[in-house]
């Protein structure tokens, strides 16, 4: 009687997965609340397969929707020209790029190159004076005006920057090199950067090296401290140039802003937020400098239709009472993406330039392995493999029967429970016959 029971049970069970994966695929068994409490293995005594969801859900997010990576993106372009009236309009527009605009570019960009760095490079060994002060700030003016005609650069200004005062910082979201130019094209600015090797270092330490810019290296720790002198120091005397910093600390593709290093705001001064936005109807501006090399990024610039830029000089904010370094950084990354239209997200951008360590995926796994085998452990299978050993076999609790609801194991959301077990101590035969009449394991 009690195999009977026990049959007819089982094969209710079957029958009712059957029908919930052919009329419903996509159902969930527990709600949003319920599939919480079952990540919490070692409460539960119960394991799903919609337990394993929180972990496939994970692998599924990294393939289809990376939140790190789409960040160092560059924009997508779509094929336009499939038909013959605009493959006609495309040649024409290659031809008008690349023979005239692009070499009339080339030919500022080297001449303006040339001259300027022998002009900062001489200026250099002359006195300091109020003088030469003047006139190296002028320069870096026309420089970057040079910069902006060679790359075709069109730049509204919104707004401007309050009277140059003690104690004040300016800060900027980061696309391209090319930040510095556009905002020094229309103030001097001194820069607080990482230094670079090459033409970009040549420029750090040679062309723009008159405005007392800051550099640091990125991979020696031990020079924060005094590198958040230097900045102090600066910004006290009002005669030096305005100092510029962007706390992103990388190039972000101008769609998302990534988080603020609070280094800037734990100095305790004021800061003026400055809001960039890159329009890509003609070209993209970020610079993913892990790809292109900088000569090569510059030549893709020369040769786009042009760049248009939206610049916005936000009001100075300083820091709250109730609020410290990280939450000031964070309000003011807020005033920037609201202005500028961007996606605001908090990944460190440091992420990009270093590889995921070896002994962070293993531990990745074997926190998802002792979770799992926690709970086949304490599910129903193990409880239902150590009652046959003792001739009793226990139905655990699950979803027993399909009416419009599902039951779970405590009762919460179930109609009924099922409680059927064999009679105590009753030895059950768990083989049947097959047709050549050996026995044969019976399936559950």
């Known amino acids: 009687m009690a195999i009977n029971t026990t049959e007819s049970v089982v094969k209710k069970e079957v029958e009712n997965e059957v029908l919930i994966q ?44 990376d939140n790190f990576n789409k960040c160092f993106e560059p924009k997508r372009v779509k094929p336009w020209n499939w038909n013959l009236f605009l493959f006609t309009l495309w040649i024409i527009g290659f031809f008008l790029r690349y023979l005239i605009i692009f070499p009339f570019r080339f030919i500022i ?77 229309r103030y001097p600015f001194g ?42 120091d600066h910004i006290a005397d009002p005669s030096n140039a305005r100092l510029l910093m962007f706390p992103e600390g990388t190039c972000v593709n101008n769609k998302y802003c990534i988080m603020f290093k609070k280094g800037a705001f734990e100095i305790g001064a004021t800061v003026v ?24 990024y510059c030549l893709n610039l020369m040769s786009s239709w042009m760049m248009i830029v939206d610049v916005w000089f936000l009001e100075p904010t300083q820091l709250q009472n109730d609020e410290n370094a990280e939450q000031h950084a964070n309000r003011v990354k807020h005033m920037i993406c609201d ?38 452990n304490q599910g129903p299978m193990n409880r239902r493999i150590n009652s046959e050993e003792d001739n009793n076999i226990n139905r655990s609790e699950s979803i027993t029967e399909f ?26 035969d768990t083989t049947e016959e097959s047709e050549d009449g050996s026995p044969k394991q019976k399936k559950d």
């Open 403 to 428: 009416d419009g609801e599902f039951e779970g194991d405590d009762g919460t959301d179930a109609t009924d429970q099922t409680d059927e077990q064999t009679e105590g101590g009753e030895q059950t």
């Open 191 to 232: 820069l607080v950067g990482q230094i670079h090797p090459g033409w970009i270092g040549f420029l750090q330490k040679r062309v723009i090296a008159f405005v007392d810019n800051i550099w640091f290296d990125r991979s020696m720790r031990s020079e924060k401290a005094f590198v958040n002198q230097k900045i102090k």
């Open 339 to 376: 202005r500028a239209h961007l996606i605001p997200t908090n990944w460190d951008g440091y992420m990009k330039h270093f590889q995921l360590s070896q002994r962070f995926v293993e531990e990745q796994q074997n926190r998802f392995c002792e979770e799992m085998v926690s709970a086949f």
């Open 273 to 296: 937020p400055i809001a960039i936005k890159y329009h890509k109807i003609f070209c993209d501006p970020f610079w993913n400098s892990r790809k292109v090399s900088f000569f090569r």
């Open 109 to 185: 960009f080297v001449s303006m190159l040339a001259f300027f760095s022998i002009t900062f490079v001489s200026s250099s060994f002359l006195p300091k004076t109020k003088t030469k002060v003047a006139i190296e700030r002028w320069l870096l003016l026309r420089f970057g005006d040079a910069w902006l005609t060679s790359l075709g650069c069109v730049v509204r200004y919104h707004g401007k920057l309050p009277p140059h005062k003690p104690n004040m910082i300016y800060v900027c979201n980061h696309t391209t090199l090319f930040d510095y130019m556009i905002l020094s094209s």
């Open 22 to 65: 052919k009329h419903f695929p996509a159902v969930v068994y527990l709600d949003q609340e319920k599939l919480q409490e079952t990540m919490h293995f070692q409460t539960k005594q119960e394991f799903f397969f919609v337990n394993s969801f929180h972990f496939m859900r994970q692998g599924f997010q990294m393939i289809v929707d």
